[in-house]
T-cell receptor, first 112, second 114 residues
């Protein structure tokens, strides 16, 4: 089976940098995804790492180390609108179909 | 167009009612999904359709009945629901059902069962 661990809450101030970690256990690894979800909204795709290293998209970056079964989402120049829940997710392709398994989510609160 | 749409946005129903949730995408995606999300919890997969065929049913109670009329549409028929079924129901789609496919979510239907 699959399991993911991420911190339940993170607090930061505007303009700061925050890192949200995710460790996973999988029977087969096919990439780590990150989704953002604002209260009352739908999950929005942020990034996907299949290979080791850092992927940068604007203020957000995502990192993966397959040997450590570890990844993180890095948010720079934090803005109030970044207050949301962030989910890491892995794909379970057992049976040949694409199932997305989510971590419990990290609630990020950005303060002035 | 990278949008998945869902209707209705909100739904209140009694335990004896029958209702349907609708999902539509025009991205040419061939895989579509239903998720259920309770407050402060991650989305939980319910069903996967791949090329209009039901591929995965995550042991969902029969009071939830999915339907995929065509490659762009996905329905979830609801009957005799329980109050604990109240949740946000999310539809998602991906280009295919393979390993590297990113899933894109609709805004969800917030369901309240009285």
């Amino acid at each position: 089976g699959q399991s993911l661990e991420q911190p339940s809450e993170v607090t930061a101030v505007e303009g700061a940098i925050v890192q949200i970690n995710c460790t996973y256990q999988t029977s087969g690894f096919y990439g780590l995804s990150w989704y953002q979800q604002h209260d009352g909204g739908a999950p929005t795709f942020l990034s996907y790492n299949a290979l080791d290293g850092l992927e940068e998209t604007g203020r957000f970056s995502s990192f993966l180390s397959r040997s450590d079964s570890y990844g993180y989402l890095l948010l720079q120049e934090l803005q109030m609108k970044d207050s949301a829940s962030y989910f890491c997710a892995v794909r379970d392709v057992s049976g040949g179909y694409n199932k997305l398994i989510f971590g419990a989510g990290t609630r990020l609160a950005v303060h002035p | 167009d990278t949008e998945v749409t869902q209707t209705p946005k909100h739904l209140v129903m009694g335990m004896t009612n029958k209702k349907s949730l609708k999902c539509e995408q025009h991205m040419g995606h061939r895989a579509m999904y239903w998720y259920k999300q309770k407050a402060k919890k991650p989305p939980e997969l319910m069903f996967v359709y791949s090329y209009e065929k039901l591929s995965i049913n995550e042991s969902v109670p029969s009071r939830f009945s999915p339907e995929c009329p065509n490659s762009s549409l996905l329905n979830l028929h609801l009957h005799a629901l329980q109050p604990e079924d109240s949740a946000l129901y999310l539809c998602a789609s991906s280009q295919g059902s393979g390993q590297g496919e990113t899933q894109y979510f609709g805004p969800g239907t917030r369901l309240l069962v009285l």
